[in-house]
């Protein structure tokens, strides 16, 4: 996907939307789009260094307003806090991951889409423990199996239907299928030629 003004605007309005969404009021905990935007922006556009952009700084926008938010009393999450460097380098991950999306089909995006979701879960989960943040579970084998169970409980209590462990792994499914559903959408039916469509 080449960058142009269209793309550009495109992207904005994305990045704007994906911002406001992620701090909607009762959204459920992990069923954001972020996720699926890196893996979209490290699969989809060539120029490597805007696939960074594209979630970085939805991600960004979106801590910004949970900060805002915050500090006038109108949520109870914190935009910036310490430790979330992590987030943002774990999103920068998952769109290197995006760059071994080469063909795109269905398949292929639901299984890099799982795939993606279980690293992040896994590392995200693992630097909680290795910082000693959440529960301050011991530095040993049980002590990050109990972190890995601490965050599978947190989904399972906060999740999009209580009592259910998948939200990380339904949201980017939902939004992975929302984005490169669009793109192929908008690809098959307004930038090819009609010529070729007859």
């Given at each position: 996907?080449?960058?142009?003004?269209?793309?550009?605007?495109?992207?904005?309005?994305?990045?704007?939307?994906?911002?406001?969404?992620?701090t909607w009021p009762g959204r459920p905990f992990?069923?954001?789009?972020?996720?699926?935007?890196?893996?979209?922006?490290?699969?989809?556009?060539?120029?490597?260094?805007?696939?960074?952009?594209?979630?970085?700084?939805?991600?960004?926008?979106?801590?910004?307003?949970?900060?805002?938010?915050?500090?006038?009393?109108?949520?109870?999450?914190?935009?910036?806090?310490?430790?979330?460097?992590?987030?943002?380098?774990?999103?920068?991950?998952?769109?290197?991951?995006?760059?071994?999306?080469?063909?795109?089909?269905?398949?292929?995006?639901?299984?890099?889409?799982?795939?993606?979701?279980?690293?992040?879960?896994?590392?995200?989960?693992?630097?909680?423990?290795?910082?000693?943040?959440?529960?301050?579970?011991?530095?040993?084998?049980?002590?990050?199996?109990?972190?890995?169970?601490?965050?599978?409980?947190?989904?399972?209590?906060?999740?999009?239907?209580?009592?259910?462990?998948?939200?990380?792994?339904?949201?980017?499914?939902?939004?992975?299928?929302?984005?490169?559903?669009?793109?192929?959408?908008?690809?098959?039916?307004?930038?090819?030629?009609?010529?070729?469509?007859?």
């Amino acid at each position: 996907m080449k960058l142009n003004k269209s793309v550009l605007i495109a992207f904005g309005l994305l990045i704007l939307s994906a911002s406001l969404y992620r701090t909607w009021p009762g959204r459920p905990f992990g069923f954001a789009p972020q996720m699926a935007m890196a893996l979209f922006a490290g699969a989809m556009i060539k120029d490597k260094r805007w696939a960074f952009v594209l979630p970085l700084l939805s991600m960004f926008l979106s801590d910004a307003l949970y900060q805002v938010l915050f500090i006038n009393g109108l949520t109870d999450i914190q935009g910036f806090y310490t430790g979330q460097w992590v987030n943002y380098l774990l999103i920068g991950g998952v769109v290197l991951f995006g760059f071994l999306l080469k063909k795109i089909t269905v398949l292929r995006v639901a299984g890099f889409s799982l795939a993606g979701s279980v690293l992040f879960f896994l590392a995200s989960n693992f630097m909680v423990w290795f910082g000693g943040g959440g529960l301050g579970r011991p530095k040993t084998f049980d002590g990050l199996m109990m972190c890995y169970y601490d965050g599978i409980a947190f989904f399972r209590d906060y999740g999009l239907v209580k009592g259910f462990y998948g939200n990380l792994f339904i949201g980017d499914l939902f939004f992975c299928g929302v984005l490169f559903g669009t793109y192929y959408l908008i690809h098959r039916t307004i930038l090819t030629p009609k010529h070729l469509l007859a």
